[in-house]
């Protein structure tokens, strides 16, 4: 069956160093990997989408890889903020028919 | 308005009770999402409009649930005879391009 994870603990780092979150899934061949930023009691916010024939995308703080071959995505925040504190999601299309399945999120919590 | 607007924001329904959530997407998007979001998970699939043309409703998980946008714009979900295991909240997302806009969500809970 098709699945997506994310890690289901939260990460917790120190203010200024580098957070980085995974995604992995399986039975996928996505057309495209998006990261979402939800904050409590709200709708997710888009923040980056990547395409299969794309290694990197950077977009000011922020990098995510796509490795279709290990079926994994990594997105950095560089020089995190406490204002970065907040859940992260990636969402994958349904194989072209662009309806995004997302997975669980991982809470990102930045110390000062 | 500038975003997906979700009324109402909260709903406390009694077990057996119908409920209407309404989703006011960003005007001009022609694709619009309903999804269900549960406590600690990302949101899950519904179903899926293009204009007013239910094109996919894979995910409602019974026939109790039933959405219409027909008009094109507006988008009403409906759960009848609610269950507490409807409790979540009810995301809305238009569509520009392979960016979704969340609204806000409704929050319901079914005692």
């Known amino acids: 069956s098709q699945k997506i994870e994310q890690n289901s603990e939260a990460l917790n780092i120190q203010e200024g160093k580098t957070a980085t979150l995974t995604c992995n899934y399986t039975n996928y061949s996505p057309a495209y990997l998006q990261w979402y930023r939800q904050d409590p009691g709200r709708g997710p916010v888009f923040l980056l989408l990547i395409r299969e024939n794309e290694k990197e995308k950077r977009k000011e703080r922020l990098k995510v890889t796509f490795d279709t071959t290990l079926k994994q995505s990594l997105f950095h925040i560089t020089a995190s903020q406490p204002a970065d504190s907040a859940t992260y999601l990636c969402a994958l299309d349904r194989g072209g028919s662009y309806i995004p399945t997302f997975g669980r999120g991982t809470s990102l919590i930045v110390h000062p | 308005g500038a975003g997906v607007s979700q009324s109402p924001r909260y709903k406390v329904a009694k077990r057996g009770q119908d409920v209407a959530l309404r989703c006011d997407p960003i005007?001009?998007?022609?694709?619009l999402f309903w999804y269900q979001q549960a406590l600690g998970q990302g949101p899950e699939f519904l179903t899926y409009?293009?204009?007013?043309?239910?094109?996919?409703k894979s995910g409602l998980p019974s026939d109790r649930f039933f959405a219409e946008r027909p008009e094109g714009s507006v988008s009403t979900l409906k759960i009848q005879r609610t269950q507490q295991e409807d409790s979540a909240v009810y995301l809305c997302?238009?569509?520009?391009?392979?960016?979704?806009?969340f609204g806000p969500g409704t929050r319901l809970t079914v005692l």
């Open positions: 005007s001009g998007h022609v694709s």
């Open positions: 409009f293009q204009n007013e043309a239910q094109l996919d």
């Open positions: 997302a238009s569509r520009l391009a392979n960016e979704q806009f």
